[in-house]
């Protein structure tokens, strides 16, 4: 018997029936080791020594493995085909020789690019050994990304509270996000003009022509600036004759795209389909680890974590065998396309993402995959043949136009594209992120000489835009170009700053929270070097080089090791107060926007002698006069949520962060909107100064209604809550709504029910509240979320329903025996019946279960129950132990 270890057990099963019974495929279910989150795991003082732990369930996985082994002819480690597939791979070998479960078993390392029986079976025939230069690597990138997170977060925590972790490239990811929306926030808006003619020609055809020059001189697109500028050239041209000066037109031709790499299929799923990229891996997977087609599992594309783009010599003749039998001859190339990566740092022993079979077109297979997963595979095959299909011929025109008024002389283009054969855009075109597609229009046949007719001039006024905000494929692509990261991190980066809270999407671009903009602030202000673009990049380049053998890994983390020690040992000495007058200045246009008025920006607007700074709380940061406690004004960082809305009138003498919405018909009172420490609110009338007197009514603003939505109509109805809702069909008490602490709710005496993200407190209707409070009642608990019937996704091979379910801490899969939460990236409402068997197995399989936890629960409660030690290895060092820090940096340390 043959043990062949891979990474997921879907993969597993698929690959056992290629290979048949002689073998036996096992599931690491990814890697079984990591570093303990601790001080001490990787250890400078003792040349970068690393101590690795083995997890729960990789501990069971590793018994597992070592069982098979025991008596096996030979163990095969099949992992991913990339460097994070050999890391595993090395800790699978490095945790058996541990245990000595190899004891002279020969060990072969095989990689497959698909997992088709064709790729399977030669890979089997190419064995070769574990890459240690690729282990080397993955090795640097681990350390690295532990000494940032596990030394740089601490900091964080202590001189900017509020602030969660840094990382490698997480911060510097982040640093871009910051840096565009300041380059939105200083730009200042320049005024020009076009001027266009509208001409006819002899046949009566119609086109327009853009006013280039005057005089001899040529004339640039900002060059009219004014009105009266405008005004002038329009009516000398209301005045002119026209005749067409030249006319020019030139083939062209237009060249497909290569296929996929790992960074372009997430920036064009994005474009096109609106998948994060974090979605679109994880749907990615799926369709190389195999879904079923026709009663068979198989793999679908190859695999998705690559830098390639060349494809194997079979793969592109049956992509020219599908063109020419789908599309004609005249769409398949003479000589077939090679295609050569352009990243400096691009892993092309690896193919392009691509589909295992060009003739399973996406039309026949559609009804197999999940709808997600039939978008991204379309998406794929549609990329890939594309890649290999003739050019588009292209005829470029360029037609120059004189007009003549008097002695002046003015001169226009107009330009247009005709598409002579579609090629390839017959099937396939590139989606762009910011930039307009320019291709023009067609123009009417003109020769040089002919009059033309002037049917009309325009002058239109515009305004230059500040470069736009960071799509999620935009920021990739930038990403890539600057050689920060790797391709396959990309999604995971993204994510992490999402789940930080330092980044939010809104109308599908990326805008930085207060928060990250802290972080980017104290990161530049005290760790520059290591949130530049070129350090970072240069990182990578050392990285790719040592995964190329070419210099030593530890020397990388030495060098490293010795500048960023200092840099954190610099910041021991340093004061709050010298972090917050640094992002003071660093982040003033942001914090304290110029008023226009000439007044000082950081005047405190209550007391008008203190100065405002930026304070730390509890909360985390806001904005606070220097005069407190005799001044109590405070406000979040931000200015601009409140102030300059609406008519621009306020409260309070002008107040800023203060905006009358109205009156409140019954009291008279003025209802304000206004800017709190803790998020805008509306309020009732004026606090009194008198001891003892009442406070005016508040609320906060529910999430998801921004301040410039909110009109006196909102307000009012915020301020009346709680209000009833329904009365409880048994107890005929009243069913509250209201807004509190910890967001909006329905109450019924003392049982609180939270409201789903799509319920909205001032419109939550009586059934969904009474469907709440029951539920809850049933439920039972406090501060347990209400009873979740779930969604069912069918029966597994013992007959257990699987149903996904909402949970207190998130969603969850449950066969009715074992509960499994849902991965950060994985969605509920597409969890599929294969990936929540997936996830339930994996959970039995490392002791999970309703009566393991009840039996965890009751051994912790017993006296003197000891916690077992974790299990080690691969540590010829225990480094003596520091004290821990206030905080785990798991998450800070882990995949930067």
């Known amino acids: 018997m043959k043990v062949v270890v891979v990474e997921s057990p879907a993969k597993a099963k698929t690959i056992n029936k290629y290979l048949g019974r002689d073998y036996e495929v096992i599931a690491s ?36 493995i ?19 597939g050999e890391a595993i791979s090395w800790h699978v070998l490095e945790a058996l020789a541990a245990r000595k479960a190899l004891k002279g078993i020969p060990v072969e390392r095989v990689t497959f690019n698909a997992i088709t029986k064709a790729s399977v079976e030669q890979a089997m025939r190419k064995p070769r050994e574990i890459d240690q230069a690729l282990v080397d690597a993955y090795l640097a990138r681990r ?18 509270p509020g602030a969660r972790s840094a990382g490698r490239v997480q911060s510097v990811a982040l640093r871009l996000v910051t840096e565009r929306e300041y380059e939105i926030e200083t730009f200042r808006p320049r005024e020009y003009w076009s001027i266009v003619a509208t001409l006819a020609t002899q046949a009566g055809g119609v086109f327009d022509a853009r006013l280039v020059g005057a005089d001899g001189k040529r004339i640039q697109r900002l060059d009219v600036g004014t009105g009266d500028e405008a005004a002038a050239f329009k009516r000398d041209l209301e005045l002119a004759t026209f005749r067409v000066k030249s006319v020019e037109a030139k083939p062209a031709k237009r060249h497909p795209q290569p296929p996929f790499t790992t960074s372009t299929l997430q920036q064009e799923a994005s474009r096109k389909l609106g998948m994060a990229p974090a979605q679109t891996m994880r749907v990615a997977q799926r369709l190389y680890e195999g879904v079923d087609v026709g009663g068979e599992t198989v793999g679908i594309i190859t695999y998705m974590r690559t830098d390639g783009v060349d494809m194997a010599p079979e793969a592109i003749r049956d992509a020219r065998s599908v063109i020419g039998r789908e599309f004609g001859d005249a769409y398949v190339p003479d000589v077939p396309r090679r295609y050569a990566a352009k990243a400096k740092n ?36 549609t990329r890939t043949v594309a890649s290999q299909m003739e050019s588009a011929e292209l005829e470029r025109t360029t037609v120059d136009v004189e007009a003549s008024v008097g002695p002046r002389r003015l001169d226009l283009r107009a330009t247009g594209q005709v598409v002579k054969f579609d090629g390839f855009l017959t099937l396939y075109q590139e989606g762009k992120d910011d930039e307009e597609d320019e291709e023009g229009k067609r123009l009417p046949p003109m020769q040089a000489g002919d009059p033309l007719t002037r049917e009309r001039i325009a002058a239109t006024q515009h305004f230059t835009e500040p470069p736009p905000r960071y799509s999620e494929a935009s920021l990739v692509k930038r990403m890539e170009e600057l050689g920060i990261g790797r391709p396959s991190t ?144 405070t406000r979040q960082l931000s200015a601009s949520g409140v102030e300059g809305e609406g008519d621009g009138s306020s409260a309070e003498g002008g107040q800023p962060g203060v905006r009358v919405l109205g009156n409140d018909p019954a009291t008279g009172l003025p209802v304000t909107l206004r800017d709190g420490r803790f998020g805008p609110f509306v309020q009732l009338g004026e606090a009194s100064t008198e001891k003892g007197a009442e406070k005016p009514k508040r609320s906060s603003l529910p999430k998801g209604l921004a301040p410039s939505a909110l009109d006196l109509d909102k307000a009012l109805r915020l301020l009346a809550l709680p209000r009833e809702v329904a009365r409880h069909p048994e107890t005929g008490e009243p069913i509250l709504a209201s807004l509190g602490r910890f967001g909006p709710y329905v109450q019924h005496g003392k049982t609180y029910a939270n409201l789903g993200k799509d319920d909205d407190v001032l419109e939550i209707g009586a059934n969904r509240a009474i469907d709440l409070i029951v539920a809850k009642e049933q439920g039972g608990g406090r501060g347990r979320p209400a009873s979740d019937p779930g969604r069912s996704l069918g029966k597994d091979e013992g007959g257990r329903e699987l149903v996904v379910k909402a949970g207190r801490y998130g969603p969850y899969v449950t066969d009715g025996e074992v509960n499994a939460t849902l991965p950060k990236t994985a969605s509920a409402e597409a969890l599929t019946l294969e990936e929540a068997i997936r996830l339930v197995t994996a959970k039995r399989e490392a002791g999970g279960g309703k009566s393991a936890a009840r039996g965890r629960r009751t051994g912790a409660a017993k006296a003197g129950a000891a916690k ?29």
């Open 29 to 64: 279910f990814g890697h079984i080791r990591d570093l303990p989150a601790k001080d001490g795991s990787v250890d400078p003082e003792a040349d970068f020594q690393m101590i690795w732990e083995l997890e729960d369930r990789g501990s069971k996985r590793v018994s597992e």
């Open 868 to 896: 077992p030690a974790a299990k080690k290895t691969a540590a010829t060092k225990t480094p003596a132990k520091k004290p821990a820090a206030r905080k785990t940096a798991k998450t800070a340390a882990k995949g930067s």
């Open 490 to 633: 990309y999604a995971a980066v993204l994510q992490t700053l999402r789940d930080r809270e330092y980044v939010r999407i809104e109308k599908k671009r990326l805008v930085p929270e207060d928060k990250g903009r802290l972080v980017t602030g104290f990161l530049e202000s005290f760790f520059k070097r290591y949130v530049e673009y070129d350090f970072t990049a240069d990182l990578e380049e050392q990285l790719d080089r040592v995964s190329n053998a070419e210099i030593d890994w530890r020397a990388v983390l030495r060098d490293f090791w010795r500048d960023f020690s200092a840099a954190i040992g610099s910041t021991k000495e340093l004061r709050v107060t010298d972090v917050l007058e640094a992002l003071n200045g660093l982040l003033g246009a942001h914090i304290f926007p110029d008023k226009g008025d000439g007044s000082n920006p950081r005047a405190c607007p209550t007391c008008g002698s203190g100065q405002l700074s930026l304070k730390l709380g509890k909360f985390g940061a806001f904005v606070g006069c220097s005069n407190y406690p005799e001044c109590k004004y």
């Open 66 to 84: 070592a069982k098979a082994v025991k008596g096996a002819e030979k163990l095969i480690l099949a992992t991913d085909p990339d460097r994070e």
């Open 346 to 381: 691009a892993q092309e022993a690896h193919e392009a993402v691509r589909p295992t079979d060009m003739g399973r077109l996406p039309k026949h297979i559609a009804r197999h995959l999940e709808p997600e997963q039939a978008r991204l595979y379309e998406l794929i095959w």
């Open 143 to 160: 350390a690295l990304d532990y000494l940032v997170g596990f030394n740089l977060s601490p900091v964080l925590w202590r001189k900017l």
